[in-house]
């Protein structure tokens, strides 16, 4: 399913949070320093553009950052606003294919849910990761 997305009517603008799980480990990002949170680790991504779908954001921020391809976007597993800012941020299962390259963050790193909770997280991702780590 590919909706639609666009800001939405309180202003505030959807940001995609690619949640990228290979053999147990997820992909991580660490924010250029001259950025909002930089240096801190995030899930790679982006803000969504007016008309486009999660799959196309995903797939033009992904292409961009990390010179993948993406061959799928899962429903949102967590919403989270960005204290401070006007972002909605959408953290979304996404299967890529390709070897992800450090091409727009400082450095990236595959890692366990165990480790990442040690990571220096930018303020939404942290709340990601408490979130999957919290027994449902």
């Known amino acids: 399913m590919h909706s639609r997305s666009k800001s939405t009517q309180t202003g505030l603008v959807r940001v995609i949070a690619a949640v990228v799980e290979r053999d147990g480990l997820f992909l991580l990002c660490r924010r250029p320093s001259h950025k909002r949170h930089g240096g801190m680790w995030e899930f790679p991504g982006g803000k969504i553009e007016e008309g486009e779908s999660d799959f196309e ?8 950052e990390l010179g993948v391809t993406v061959r799928s976007v ?14 909605v941020i959408e953290f979304m299962p996404v299967e890529i294919d390709g070897s992800p390259q450090c091409i727009e963050h400082s450095e990236i790193r595959w890692v366990s849910l165990a480790e990442m909770i040690h990571l220096d997280l930018a303020p939404s991702d942290r709340r990601f990761v408490k979130y999957l780590i919290t027994p449902k």
Do not use: K, M, Y
């Open 57 to 64: 954001a995903a797939s033009r921020e992904l292409a961009e």
């Open 74 to 87: 899962a429903s949102s597993r967590f919403t989270a606003t960005d204290p401070g800012s006007h972002f």
